[in-house]
């Protein structure tokens, strides 16, 4: 369990080394870790590394030099971001504004650079890691998912004219948000004093003290990174490929979000290129963001109908009107429609090949 003495700060600012802050973090609070009984809890355990083998890659790969490896730029970033990961426990658990999205993202660009970068690090000892940073970016979700969900609709009422809003639907939204979002809190905190979640934190401990580093760790970056973005590069664009070839319906909504989540994944690979690539790598990251968004709106008005057309049965069940809801379903379909209409040109920018030849040097 996070000590909120700690205090948070900006995911970006400088905070103490992730060996010391876990190894702190629980013991200050007088916990000792104990013997994880899950599945997910043995499978951390087992991958990792023996204790007596720590000092030696410290040495190689620590802090005491800047990095000069593609395993030193990749090391790096997920150090960084899971000491972000720490920072930010005792922030959510105040429920600080953007604190749970802060410390998904930082999630997932744990998860995407141990995904990405496969060549640098060993996926079969980071697997269980990766795993279980897919299960803590879920629970985190679904209270950050509300909360943009529960902005997006009042700002959809705040813009209607007031002849349209017929109905208790202000009270009706705020009572439906408070209750799922006070369950998501709840459950959130549980998670966060969880022996599974320890476990995890420990598991980075031990990844960074002992990087399980694959043989190309050892070249210069400009000859490994570049590789593994485009790698991810090319699965977008098959992505946005398929789901442009689907008819409009649930199955290419299903097939645009997928593309979303390959485009953050192209994001974050090239966000932890940067320091070590420069200007290419921060250039083709903003034009992977531009496409992200696009989907991400899209994405958004998909999850915001579905909502409202709970809403809708709930008011008329009631007894309440629904014409509202589903005046406001009707503009979500415009606005994902017009998002689609805007997917072809902003992929065809992005998709230029001179940011990607710039990449290769």
């Not at 700690?6 to 992730?18: E, F, K, N, S, V």
């Not at 290419?280 to 008005?301: C, I, N, W, Y």
């Amino acid at each position: 369990m996070a000590d909120s003495k700690r205090g948070a700060g900006p995911a970006d600012d400088d905070g103490p080394a992730l060996p010391d802050a876990v190894e702190r973090r629980p013991r200050e609070a007088g916990v000792r870790p104990s013997r994880p009984a899950s599945e997910p809890g043995r499978a951390l355990a087992e991958t990792a590394p023996k204790p007596g083998r720590r000092p030696e890659r410290k040495r190689r790969h620590g802090r005491e030099r800047a990095p000069r490896t593609a395993g030193d730029h990749v090391l790096a970033y997920v150090r960084h971001q899971a000491e972000a990961l720490v920072r930010l426990d005792p922030a959510v658990r105040r429920d600080l504004p953007d604190s749970v999205h802060r410390m998904r993202v930082a999630t997932r660009r744990l998860r995407g650079t141990l995904r990405t970068y496969r060549t640098v690090l060993d996926p079969d000892a980071t697997g269980p890691v990766r795993d279980e940073l897919k299960w803590l970016a879920a629970e985190l979700g679904t209270e950050r998912d509300l909360e943009v969900l529960d902005a997006r609709l009042h700002a959809r009422l705040d813009a209607a004219p007031r002849t349209d809003l017929l109905g208790p639907v202000r009270a009706r939204l705020t009572l439906s948000s408070a209750a799922r979002r006070a369950e998501a809190r709840h459950r959130l905190l549980f998670v966060l004093d969880g022996d599974r979640y320890l476990a995890l934190l420990d598991a980075l401990d031990a990844l960074l003290a002992d990087p399980p580093l694959l043989p190309r760790a050892d070249r210069a970056p400009e000859d490994v990174l570049p590789r593994a973005v485009l790698k991810e590069y090319r699965r977008l664009a098959g992505r946005i490929r398929h789901a442009q070839e689907q008819p409009p319906g649930p199955g290419r909504d299903t097939a645009l979000h997928d593309a979303r989540k390959a485009a953050k994944r192209v994001r974050y690979a090239a966000e932890a290129a940067r320091p070590a690539l420069g200007r290419p790598a921060e250039r083709f990251a903003a034009r992977m963001t531009t496409v992200q968004k696009v989907l991400g709106d899209h994405q958004d008005s998909v999850v915001a109908r579905d909502a409202l057309r709970a809403l809708a049965a709930e008011a008329h069940g009631a007894g309440e009107s629904a014409f509202t809801w589903g005046l406001l379903y009707g503009r979500e379909e415009a606005a994902a429609a017009a998002r689609e209409r805007e997917l072809p040109r902003v992929w065809a920018r992005a998709s230029r090949p001179g940011p990607r030849k710039a990449l290769k040097g």
